[in-house]
C-alpha cells in the first residue's frame, strides 16, 4: 500500500475524540502535525503531550495492520552531542508512554537528533513496517 493510502486509511479510521483534532490526522509524509512538547532541557512528558499520545495509540490500535511509528526527539544544547542525547532521551520517554498506552513495543522506534534552533519537541512519524501491507 502506496504511504498516501495509508495515511488516509489511517484518517478514516481515527477513534471519534482522536478525529475531532485535525492535528492527530498524519500529513502526507506520515509525519503527525501535532509534536509533542517538553520543557527546555528536559524529558518529562508535558500534560498536553500525554493527552496527544493517548490519542495516538487509540488510532494505532484502531488500524488493522500495525503501523511502524519513529519517534524523532529534538534536543537543543551548546554541543551537538548533548543536543541528540536529549532528544534520543525525549524519545525513549514518549516511546515509554505510547507503551504504557497498549502501542506494541516491536512498532516503535525512537531516535535522538540535533537542532540548530531550539528543538523542544519529539515528532511522530507513522509507516508500514518492511514486508506488510493491507
Same mark, same amino acid.
Given at each position: 500500500?502506496?504511504?498516501?493510502?495509508?495515511?488516509?486509511?489511517?484518517?478514516?479510521?481515527?477513534?471519534?475524540?482522536?478525529? @475531532?483534532?485535525?492535528?492527530?490526522?498524519?500529513?502526507?509524509?506520515?509525519?503527525?502535525?501535532?509534536?509533542?512538547?517538553?520543557?527546555?532541557?528536559?524529558?518529562?512528558?508535558?500534560?498536553?503531550?500525554?493527552?496527544?499520545? @493517548?490519542?495516538?495509540?487509540?488510532?494505532?490500535? @484502531?488500524?488493522?495492520?500495525?503501523?511502524?511509528?519513529?519517534? $524523532?526527539?529534538?534536543?537543543?544544547?551548546?554541543?551537538?552531542?548533548?543536543?541528540? $542525547?536529549?532528544?534520543?532521551?525525549?524519545?525513549?520517554?514518549?516511546?515509554?508512554?505510547?507503551?504504557?498506552?497498549?502501542?506494541?513495543?516491536?512498532?516503535?522506534?525512537?531516535?535522538?537528533?540535533?537542532?540548530? $534552533?531550539?528543538?523542544?519537541?519529539?515528532?511522530?512519524?507513522?509507516?508500514?513496517?518492511?514486508?506488510?501491507?493491507?
Amino acid at each position: 500500500m502506496t504511504r498516501r493510502l495509508l495515511i488516509a486509511a489511517i484518517a478514516l479510521l481515527l477513534p471519534f475524540s482522536a478525529a @475531532a483534532d485535525s492535528k492527530l490526522a498524519p500529513r502526507s509524509d506520515g509525519r503527525l502535525e501535532k509534536a509533542v512538547l517538553f520543557d527546555y532541557g528536559k524529558t518529562r512528558v508535558r500534560s498536553t503531550g500525554r493527552s496527544t499520545l @493517548a490519542a495516538v495509540a487509540r488510532m494505532w490500535r @484502531a488500524v488493522p495492520v500495525p503501523m511502524k511509528i519513529t519517534v $524523532e526527539g529534538h534536543g537543543y544544547a551548546l554541543e551537538e552531542e548533548a543536543s541528540i $542525547e536529549l532528544g534520543y532521551r525525549r524519545a525513549l520517554r514518549v516511546r515509554e508512554r505510547l507503551i504504557a498506552e497498549g502501542v506494541d513495543p516491536r512498532f516503535i522506534e525512537a531516535v535522538g537528533h540535533s537542532r540548530a $534552533e531550539i528543538g523542544r519537541y519529539v515528532d511522530l512519524v507513522f509507516s508500514t513496517p518492511p514486508g506488510r501491507t493491507r
